[in-house]
């Protein structure tokens, strides 16, 4: 319950500018805020602000000297308008967290100035302990709950975070942050984790930076930390309000339906579990909306009773692609849930049994360089477990 209303009021917060009325401020101004809609221009966004055409056309001038792209207007920017004396004082456009733009009247004509919004950029140690959940542990330990989406991404391949957290479960993280007026406004890459779990065991990953420029995890001893499968086939992305027992799957060898059901809301994210090719991407009468890929050494998987496909038939993806959304269509469906099946040579077996190969270990030659490289994150990881909890 708790839960539910931090993540309501949070909702209500980011949400309200768009439903709220103006507010006279005791100066005689008047504050609209808006967000720009789906399929809104900046230009129409004015205009639905009460602007006339002159305005909207100086408006324009002004951003477009100021470097101001209009091509990169997205859903969801912030507009302020304050007026004064019925006429257009200031408007604030607020792209990111970062970039804003700032028009101002000046007599009678709109100046336009961009504003970089000061940020630092730190390294830092993130240390969860979960009471609970995985956002009640992020909150008490003053981090942003999205680091839980951050770091299930780091772990997909040996932890589900929707169904393997469990209470007095550990997870401790060198990452890069992104803080304005000593807040975090995003996490960047991680550079350690360590997740100590009660139904998963010790799991360490170490990124690393190959001689070709592209980076990936590693365990301490140089094996990858990659595997040619997910642990799960739902990409952990909402936050929960308690232990995922709805997400427990439950196998399901039931005439040619077989595989296993996860019950999840619809409209969770469904994720690639291997790199493939999409052999189908279409209606079932049993099994509705359906997306089957074919991987490497004769795999196969299938996803059933989506709500939503995002993706096409011969189209190659990646592990971890977003293929769907899942949702509770077809015949052969008795509530919200994700069907996923997954074929060896043809023939249906049980995705929870297998084990699947790890990519392949870091060569070598390279564990020297490997050891520096991480030798820095590595001993902040190792220090922080020395911390008594409580301290
Ligand atoms: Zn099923």
Redesign the pocket.
Same mark, same amino acid.
């Given at each position: 319950m708790f839960v539910v209303a931090i993540a309501a009021l949070l909702l209500t917060a980011q949400d309200s500018s768009t439903i709220s009325h103006p507010t006279p401020s005791p100066q005689g101004a008047l504050v609209k805020n808006r967000r720009l809609d789906k399929n809104q221009t900046v230009a129409r966004a004015l205009y639905d602000a009460g602007l006339d055409e002159v305005t909207v056309t100086a408006l324009h001038g002004a951003l477009s000297a100021a470097e101001f792209n209009f091509k990169k207007a997205r859903p969801g920017d912030q507009l302020r308008f304050v007026f004064r004396h019925g006429q257009l004082d200031v408007l604030d456009y607020r792209r990111s967290l970062l970039t804003e733009w700032q028009v101002r009247r000046d007599g009678d004509r709109y100046v336009a100035r961009k504003r970089e919004i000061e940020r630092e950029q730190r390294i830092e140690l993130v240390d969860l302990t979960v009471e609970s959940n995985v956002w009640d542990a992020a909150i008490s330990a003053g981090e942003r709950p999205d680091i839980a989406v951050t770091l299930s991404d780091v772990f997909a391949w040996d932890v589900d975070f929707y169904r393997d957290v469990q209470k007095g479960d550990r997870m401790r993280a060198v990452v890069e942050k992104v803080i304005h007026k000593g807040r975090t406004l995003e996490y960047g890459r991680v550079l350690a984790a360590e997740y100590m779990g009660r139904s998963v065991g010790t799991k360490k990953s170490f990124r690393y930076k190959m001689p070709d420029g592209t980076e990936t995890f590693f365990t301490e001893d140089g094996l990858s930390a990659r595997k040619t499968f997910l642990k799960s086939p739902l990409k952990y992305a909402t936050v929960t309000s308690g232990f995922g027992s709805r997400f427990h799957p439950v196998l399901?060898y039931v005439g040619n +339906?077989n595989?296993v059901?996860y019950h999840a809301p619809s409209g969770t994210p469904v994720w690639a579990v291997s790199d493939g090719t999409v052999v189908r991407a279409g209606w079932n009468d049993g099994g509705g909306n359906v997306v089957c890929i074919k991987h490497v050494m004769s795999f196969e998987t299938c996803y059933?009773h989506l709500s939503k496909i995002l993706v096409k038939v011969g189209q190659r993806i990646a592990q971890k692609t977003v293929l769907a959304e899942s949702g509770n269509t077809g015949k052969?469906t008795t509530g919200p +849930?994700l +069907?996923f099946g997954l074929k060896r040579g043809g023939g249906w077996v049980n995705p929870l049994s297998q084990n699947f190969p790890r990519a392949e270990p870091l060569p070598k030659q390279l564990m020297e360089d490997f050891k520096q490289q991480i030798a820095d994150a590595a001993s902040r990881l190792a220090a922080s477990r020395v911390v008594l909890k409580g301290n």
């Amino acid at each position: 319950m708790f839960v539910v209303a931090i993540a309501a009021l949070l909702l209500t917060a980011q949400d309200s500018s768009t439903i709220s009325h103006p507010t006279p401020s005791p100066q005689g101004a008047l504050v609209k805020n808006r967000r720009l809609d789906k399929n809104q221009t900046v230009a129409r966004a004015l205009y639905d602000a009460g602007l006339d055409e002159v305005t909207v056309t100086a408006l324009h001038g002004a951003l477009s000297a100021a470097e101001f792209n209009f091509k990169k207007a997205r859903p969801g920017d912030q507009l302020r308008f304050v007026f004064r004396h019925g006429q257009l004082d200031v408007l604030d456009y607020r792209r990111s967290l970062l970039t804003e733009w700032q028009v101002r009247r000046d007599g009678d004509r709109y100046v336009a100035r961009k504003r970089e919004i000061e940020r630092e950029q730190r390294i830092e140690l993130v240390d969860l302990t979960v009471e609970s959940n995985v956002w009640d542990a992020a909150i008490s330990a003053g981090e942003r709950p999205d680091i839980a989406v951050t770091l299930s991404d780091v772990f997909a391949w040996d932890v589900d975070f929707y169904r393997d957290v469990q209470k007095g479960d550990r997870m401790r993280a060198v990452v890069e942050k992104v803080i304005h007026k000593g807040r975090t406004l995003e996490y960047g890459r991680v550079l350690a984790a360590e997740y100590m779990g009660r139904s998963v065991g010790t799991k360490k990953s170490f990124r690393y930076k190959m001689p070709d420029g592209t980076e990936t995890f590693f365990t301490e001893d140089g094996l990858s930390a990659r595997k040619t499968f997910l642990k799960s086939p739902l990409k952990y992305a909402t936050v929960t309000s308690g232990f995922g027992s709805r997400f427990h799957p439950v196998l399901n060898y039931v005439g040619n +339906h077989n595989g296993v059901d996860y019950h999840a809301p619809s409209g969770t994210p469904v994720w690639a579990v291997s790199d493939g090719t999409v052999v189908r991407a279409g209606w079932n009468d049993g099994g509705g909306n359906v997306v089957c890929i074919k991987h490497v050494m004769s795999f196969e998987t299938c996803y059933m009773h989506l709500s939503k496909i995002l993706v096409k038939v011969g189209q190659r993806i990646a592990q971890k692609t977003v293929l769907a959304e899942s949702g509770n269509t077809g015949k052969l469906t008795t509530g919200p +849930h994700l +069907h996923f099946g997954l074929k060896r040579g043809g023939g249906w077996v049980n995705p929870l049994s297998q084990n699947f190969p790890r990519a392949e270990p870091l060569p070598k030659q390279l564990m020297e360089d490997f050891k520096q490289q991480i030798a820095d994150a590595a001993s902040r990881l190792a220090a922080s477990r020395v911390v008594l909890k409580g301290n």
